[in-house]
């Protein structure tokens, strides 16, 4: 799938109703796939009919001017012949017809639409999707696209042209994915999927002629199901990226956004300094930074900030306590902290006494008790909870970094769900790193099921109170 | 009102391209920023009665719509001290390619700072503060702000220059004063969004940080291009 090119080209922000109405659109419980085809069986329209028809919970139509039938079903002449009028018509028709496709879902009483097709400004053709945005526009119709991969939710609708057994989907959760890429956005979903963080919504908007971030940063702020909003974005039109930043420090929401393209520039020649040094990428992160959005630099951030945001939404300053059973664990995390920002306070002897005072007598006369905390590899759960306990009422920090090694002999499996219950009850972020094996599957879940995010690293973990600190306007 | 004042002085400026030092010191201090006391001379004799009234050391810097960058020519000297320097100054300036007039002002001291604004396509007016002078690129040393600017972003901006240990008086040399740093970048990005579709960038550059004030000692405003919007 093409890209549309820069954002200087794009078109200027239009004048828009205030707020869509997506609920039809994002929740269909009736979908119409037009464009499906008789002639090749894995036509991108079929492959969608077909797994809405089979793995999701609404009443699906086939449409195509031929008629006939599909897979055993009824395909229709027209939306218009429909025993009723549809949430969400998907259009996969050919880009110079899905102008009248287009009239006819308005006509036919449809919620809104996802534009699968491509032949848009993506080819140089931006007169054709702004006479679809044009007319949509006139009569209050949301369409998503076109140019794109349309919408998932878990367990209730999916438009992506990809068959079901070759997609990696995320499971129902809290964190909506709004991709200026169809690609991008697969590829996310693979590795939310991987993390075991679940999706409220993937949108895919493609040339978004006419439903762009702005209109799904609104919609999303007031959305139920969203905890948080992640955007990977390309560019924006004129203006636009001022407004958008002004709606996302209004929202109560964790907004993060990827952004690519940073190097595009530097070849025009500037006659000021200014100018010379507040290039677009420049500008664009200073923005996000200054409105409390936070900057995901590449995928592996986008990912860790999304998991750690969805558990923890409050902004914190950035002083971390550290524990783990292996010295050279702690080292490395503390010089990660150091390289992002985070500070790691030492423990006075005092704090490090009253620790001390409620570790098992093995451990007791060789841990070590300054920030970071070494239980040593004889660490037993008691030492855990009782060094967490601690460091979870101390207000001196922000956050704790648990580096559990399961393979430490005296550690068992519910001691995640226990430590992460100590954490919760003293309301302090708690991020937990375990090697990603299957062997270690429940302490893993004993955290996430606890609300606790795990990261396979310890550069993911730090990354996610990172996460936790840029949550903040700076 | 400053609105139609800037309006005039930069219509002035549109077949150029941009506006002049002088010009844009005029237009700053009447938007409230603080400027030295100048004056253009045109002539070698009017040198001596205008360095009596100003006073040394001095700064003399040349005026012409053919340079943009007075220092990438030799157009900019400080420190001078005497008349005798003063009108070989003038002399050097008057061979240079479209030499206009020499500018004379007394020498300001401090911390040199850039503070500079630019129309961004998506984001609009933002402002500009960093560590100023000939090197300002090189290092970088800048933080970037949407305007209009309240007093809390000026504060983030100042935190977020590497240099800003600098600006709080780095081993035993004066602080900068805050109060005044802090009006100056208000003042001007209320200048800057008053201006803001006339304008493409604005240097700011040097401005002399001191304990008592923030003096710009060079300024240069780009207009955007004539066919309508620009394409930055």
Known sequence: MKETSSPSNGPLVQSRPPLWDFKRLFQPKTVAVIGVSLKRERHPANVIFNKIHLRYPVDVFAVNPGGGDLFGRKVYTSIRNLPRPVDLAVIAVRAEYTLDTLKDCIDA??????????????????????????????????????????IYVPGRIDTFFIPSERMVRPESGKVALVSQSGGVLVDQMTKFA??????????????????????????????????????????????????????????????????????????????????????????????????GIVEAVNEFELVSFCEALSCYGEPIDGRVGIISPSGGHGALAVDICSRNGLSIPAFNQEQQNRIRADLSSSVQPIASLNNPIDLTGSATDIDFMAATEHLARSPELDAIILLLLP???????????????????????????????????????????????????????????????????? | MLKTE????????????????????RLLSAAGLEVPRFVTVTDPDQIEPVAADLGFPMAAKVVSSRIVHKSDVGGVRTGIETIRELTAVFESFSRLDG?????????????????????????GPVVLLGMGGIGVEIYQDVSLRMAPLGNADVDSMIKGLKAAPLLYGYRGRQAVNRDELTRTLIRFSDFVMAAADMIESIDLNPVMCSGEKCIVADARIMLPPMDGHTAA
């Open chain 1, 109 to 150: 009483g449809a919620g809104g639409a996802a534009i699968i097709s491509g032949g848009f400004a993506e080819v140089g053709r931006l007169d054709l999707q702004d006479q679809l945005a044009d007319l949509a526009r006139q009569h209050g119709f949301p369409f998503i696209g076109p140019n794109c991969l349309g």
């Open chain 1, 407 to 474: 393979y430490t002999p005296e550690v068992t499996s519910d001691l995640s769900a226990r430590l992460s219950r100590v954490c919760r009850r003293h309301n302090k972020p708690l991020i937990a790193y375990v090697p990603h094996v299957e062997r270690y599957r429940m302490l893993i879940e004993g955290f996430e099921f606890n609300g606790v995010p795990v990261s396979p690293s310890i550069k993911g973990a730090v990354l996610m109170v990172k996460a936790l600190k840029r949550n903040k306007p700076c």
């Open chain 2, 6 to 25: 800037i309006k005039t002085v930069l219509e002035a400026a549109r077949t150029r391209g941009w506006v002049s030092e002088p010009d844009a010191k």
């Open chain 1, 194 to 291: 991987e993390q075991g963080i679940g999706f409220s919504l993937g949108v895919s908007i493609g040339n978004k002629a006419l439903v762009r971030e702005l209109d799904l940063l609104e919609y999303l702020a007031a959305d139920p199901d969203t905890g948080v909003i992640a955007f990977y974005i390309e560019g924006f039109a004129r203006g636009e990226g001022r407004e958008f930043v002004q709606a996302a420090r209004k929202c109560s929401k964790p907004v993060i956004v990827l952004k690519s393209g940073k190097t595009g520039e530097g070849m025009r020649a500037v006659s000021s300094h200014t100018a010379s040094m507040a290039g677009d990428y420049a500008v664009f992160s200073a923005a996000l930074a200054q409105h």
């Open chain 2, 99 to 123: 030499f206009e007039a020499m500018l004379m002002e007394p020498m300001v001291s401090g911390l040199e700072m850039i503070i500079g604004a630019k129309m961004d396509d998506q984001f």
